[in-house]
Structure formats: structure tokens, C-alpha cells
């Protein structure tokens, strides 16, 4: 153990269901993990690429920017929460870490490889890219709720529906 690094009281155990093909998962939460949660919840649920847009409005360079800087929020969390919320792999620490890897990245790299190349040849997106770009921002959308109603779960806030 590092010195002056201990465990965090545990306030609980919760069983979630995570997406990206995360599965389903019990954590023993603690008072570190409660308070990570809460500031994940609040930059997840309040960033473009996590409310839903009308198909076809918004541009996919800010929502790509959006999701883009969730890791570093995340990393910024994490650091300042410290390796309390990292003891086991189900602890909010590796599951958020996996969450983006597993399920932000690779949407990021795809579509940030492919706007890129529209934006250096002096355009955007195609309308046929665009339409896939929305479906596929939509699914994302559609699993990072539910990552998003996990850390609402871990901070303790209940949501309706």
C-alpha cells in the first residue's frame, strides 16, 4: 500500500448493468467512488455527445470534439479521486477506463479518421456519411445512458424512467 493511501469507507454494494459490452458487474462503493461518480455523471450527462440532437443538426466536429474530451475529464477525475476508486477491476476506476477504450474509442477513431479527410480535401462529411455518422452517434448515445445511469446509480441519484 502507498503511504498516506488507504481504503475508502465502503458505503455500499451495488449490481450494474454496464454497456459496451462491459456486462454486468457488483461494486462495493465507497465514499471516493460516490463522489468520482457524481462528477462523471455531471460532465457525461451534460456534454453534446451525451443528449440527444435532432437527427441530422449539429456538427459531427464538435460532437466528435465532444466525445474527445471525456478523457480527459476522466483522467482528470480519476487522478483527483486517486487509487481508492482503482482496488479491483470492478471498481469505478478500470470501469471507467475500459468505458471509454472499449466504447468511445473506437467510434472517435473511425469517424475522426474519415472527417479529417473530408475537412482536408475542403468539405465535410458525404450525406450518406452523414446519415451513418448520425445512426452511429445515436447508438453511442443510446449505450453511453446507460453508462451514464451507472454512475448516477454509484452517486447515489435517482433517475426517472
Known amino acids: ?45 451534460t456534454r453534446v455527445a451525451g443528449t440527444e440532437l435532432e437527427e ?25 479521486a486517486g487509487p481508492e476508486i482503482a482496488q479491483d ?3 469505478l476506476g478500470p470501469l471507467a ?18 472527417l479529417l479527410a ?3 480535401a475542403g468539405g465535410g462529411l458525404e450525406p450518406d456519411e452523414r446519415a451513418r455518422f448520425d445512426v452511429e452517434l445515436g447508438e453511442l448515445r443510446e449505450q453511453l445512458d446507460v453508462y451514464v445511469a451507472a454512475l448516477g446509480k454509484i452517486a447515489g441519484i435517482r433517475r426517472d424512467g
Do not use: C, Q
Not at 448493468?17 to 455531471?42: C, H, K, M
Open 97 to 114: 477506463i475500459r468505458a471509454l477504450n472499449e466504447g468511445v474509442r473506437p467510434f472517435l477513431v473511425g469517424w475522426h479518421t474519415t
Open 56 to 80: 441530422g443538426l449539429g456538427s459531427p466536429r464538435e460532437a466528435l470534439t465532444s466525445l474527445y474530451s471525456l478523457f480527459a475529464t476522466t483522467r482528470d477525475v480519476l487522478r483527483e
Open 118 to 120: 473530408r475537412e482536408a
Open 1 to 45: 500500500m502507498i503511504a498516506g493511501v488507504g481504503r475508502s469507507l465502503k458505503v455500499g454494494s451495488l449490481s450494474l448493468n454496464l454497456p459496451f459490452g462491459l456486462g454486468g458487474v457488483t461494486i462495493d462503493v465507497s465514499e471516493a467512488e460516490v463522489r468520482a461518480a457524481w462528477a462523471l455523471y455531471v460532465e457525461y450527462s
Open 89 to 91: 477491476t470492478e471498481a
